[in-house]
């Protein structure tokens, strides 16, 4: 037998016997779109529906179209003050709809006796759940975790689950995926069991030398037990036990406190474990157990700055919708790793979750390679930004919501803060209802370890309403210019950035000539706010949204104002939904993230590597050197980079040494101290964080910039070439293996005989996967394509597409691609 087999049964066997606790995935799911009315019922007969495996997104696989809930709407955030038509702006997929669900579930007469639970991980959205015909409950909210015991609505044998799913248009202000997205699972234990969500870590002291560890386990059942509990350190080794002799009678809380010397601390770059491992005991046999993994950890939020086990931590943050692009809302771990180990090279420390709480699995990435959380309860509260938001459900969920949320998350030790809202309107009323307060005890009444958030566009508002100091922590949207302003008028206030930048660009796109502000026009109304026929704003970071501002403005800001506690880049990955600013039938995704919508690095990539990534070199060298329309023109050349000098040389010819040329107080941040909107790019402040060659005369052949250090010794080196006539489409899977049932990643780039890019080639391509998987989606990083997502022909975007394949059985993947001229085979791929 295969070791990896004789593992696998070995863990299994441990599960079984340590934890006396089953947990078995629904994935195997019958689903229609139809509204039946009755599809709940036992008898109802679903052979007509698809078959599907859940996560299952079933809007993405539809085909866009502008006519998809088109929202009249006036956002005064973005400073409208007329109501105006925006497209695409839930995605342009037919998310609005009925989704119905069924699957079976198995039950032996021995569970019966004891307890089975329905977990579902969340569901898109306005869930009505049923077993064997009959009601059990529903949930509003699509984001939410939430569970129900149907225990007594089984039978022993088959038995049917049913769901119905419904969207409503303007539900969303992104594409909110549709379906079973996330994991559903069913839950067996004994009638005597530790709570769903009910332990709770904490470790009220830490040092290197000492940790005490707290924990509170609730139980729920009858009779007379011992709990033996037991923390095991990073290796599995159990280092502290504890046992008690409880009388349950219903629903007991106990608590244990532990020491544990010389402990492995949780931090960023030493992601370290811990588990407290639960067993109930009845008559010396293991009934039920249950595992809880937590981090030893210490975290400070002060005024001059957020302390991570007593280091000063500033967040190089960027927030997160939860969808994967092609692949839609359907939860994939694999696909989340893929984009942490991208933010990750990118320097990033921090995620804030917008606006809702994401699948549990996220954060126990988070938690394994150290990437601090804010964990978002809400978009709305009573006053809606869209018709059908989640304003509807406040009143009667609110309160159940955000608990889940704390109660399901409070073990992670990446979550750091809870926020109870997203630029909520109640700003502009200065909240009537006291609902800052109301969610904020919420919050306090479960955890007082973390520190309570939200994040405040209106600061004016926030602030002198006092919404923004009830939460322990005020973010601010879009503010860079008042920090100072904000410390000064307010000096015990703690804040962060809670979003940033707004610049927006698409890959390999270059718009010329390249227009800058001037001071006087970026503190004005922008040059810079330019809307593009072809729907491809360019990559110099001068072309923002109106209440956007260039990356370097925050730098300065978070340079010169050193209590803030640091920002969150809107977004880390471009995502499905609000193409800013091309609302108009022009664009179905987003443009605002330094990494494409399918993964791939905008040159606002490497900006952010070179200011955060302190342990990875930088040179990065831009525009592309294919632009024959150029011929004999200036254009301006920009080096990202960390080094500490670089040179250009264009064909072999010096175009100069040069640094970058920090102000000592850039004008740009100290002129717009006392202003809140932000403005557009100066040449100034692209300087002072990059390397520019202004006028560069545009001739084919090749530009190479050499990095050196102070001493001038040669450091590095790169280059962009005019690629020749495109030779061969290069297929890269980014992993060499993947597991039974992951989806799997290729990049796809045009070369010529050199192996060059080619980053003007725009042809369609045909897809073809046969071995060990199948073809999932595809996507290309272009916001205006509207080819359908899970069809095998993509356009090659600016020279490059990304195919997604999942894996059916192990062995190898075969992918065959071809335009009208050029096809390529690739089998490097590998399910083992
Ligand atoms: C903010 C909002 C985000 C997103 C962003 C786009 O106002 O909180 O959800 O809409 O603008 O810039």
Redesign the pocket.
Known sequence: MNIKYIICLFVLITTLTVSAQEIELLKKWKYTSYDYGNAQAINFNDDNWESVTVPHDWAVKEDFNYTHDVQLTMVI??GENKPDYRTGRSGALPYVGIGWYRSNYTASANELAEKVQLLFDGAMSNAKVYVNGQYIGERPSGYNSFYFDITKFLKEGNNIIAVRLENFNSQS??YPGAGLYRKVSVIKTNKTHVKMWGTFITTPTVSTKNAEVHAEVEIIGNGNYTVVNEVLNPKGVSVAKKSQEIKVNGEVKLKEDFKISKPNLWGITTPNLYTLKTSILKDGKVINGHTSTFGIRKIRFELDGFYLNNEKIRFKGVNMHHDFGPVGAAFHKELFVRQMIKMKEMGVNAIRF??NPPAPEALDICDEMGVLAIDEAF?EWQIGKVLNGYSKHFDLWAKQDLTDMILRDRNHPSIIMWSIG??IMEQYKHDPNHITKFLNDIVKSIDTTRATTA?F?SSTNALESGMASTVDVAGF??KPGIYHKIRETYPNLKFYAS?TG?SVSTRNSYKFPVTFDTEQTARGTSLNQVIYPDGQPGNYENTN?P??YPPFKEFAALEYNDFVYGEFV?TGYDYLG?P?PYHNAQARSSY?APVDMVGLEKDKFHLYKSEWNTTEKVLHVFPHWNLPEMKGTELPVVCYTNYDKAELFVNGKSFGIKTKVKPVIPDFLADTIIKEASGGTTMAQLKAYAIVWENVVYEPGEIKVVAYNTKNKKMAETKRVTAGAPFALKIEPELNSITLGEVGVYIVSVVDEKGNLCPTFNENMNIEVSGAAEFLASGNGDPTNLQNLSKPQRKLFNGQAVIYVQSTEFGNIIIKTSTSKLNTTNNLLIVK
Do not use: A, L, M, P
Request: no cysteine; aromatic share 22%.
């Open positions: 955030q973005d202000r992104w917008s606006h978009d997203n630029e994040g566009n949207n879009y979003e707004g949204v209440w956007g809107w609000e800013s605002f």
